[in-house]
Nanobody, 114 residues
Framework: QVQLVESGGGLVQAGGSLRLSCIAS?????MGWYRQAPGKQRELVAG???????TYADSVKGRFTISGDNAMNTVYLQMNSLKPEDTAVYLC???????????WGQGTQVTVST
């Protein structure tokens, strides 16, 4: 069983920045962040595979940066130039190759005020 512990959410004004962190209890094949706003579907924000390849949602390109350690058990999401539409619960996601399972964190609230 893998545990994902998230931190870093909060309330920020539009244009501000936040940094999210997610620590896994062991090394993973890939890690990333999803978000879910009220009444909307969960969507991928950013993800990365061990080795550094990263992918981003079009809505966050140029504003958000995902990074992680070489062991792929920690991932960060640096969020700059935040907009009210970025308001959502952000969930850490990780995939374990040996047991072919996907894991989710408990989520952290990000609220961007106007």
């Amino acid at each position: 069983q893998v545990q994902l512990v998230e931190s870093g959410g909060g309330l920020v004004q539009a244009g501000g920045s936040l940094r999210l962190s997610c620590i896994a209890s062991r090394s993973m094949h890939s890690m990333g962040w999803y978000r879910q706003a009220p009444g909307k579907q969960r969507e991928l924000v950013a993800g990365m595979i061990g080795g550094g390849r990263a992918t981003y949602a079009d809505s966050v390109k140029g504003r958000f940066t995902i990074s992680g350690d070489n062991a792929m058990n920690t991932v960060y999401l640096q969020m700059n130039s935040l907009k009210p539409e970025d308001t959502a619960v952000y969930l850490c996601n990780a995939y374990s190759l040996p047991d072919a399972r996907e894991y989710w964190g408990q989520g952290t609230q990000v609220t961007v005020s106007t």
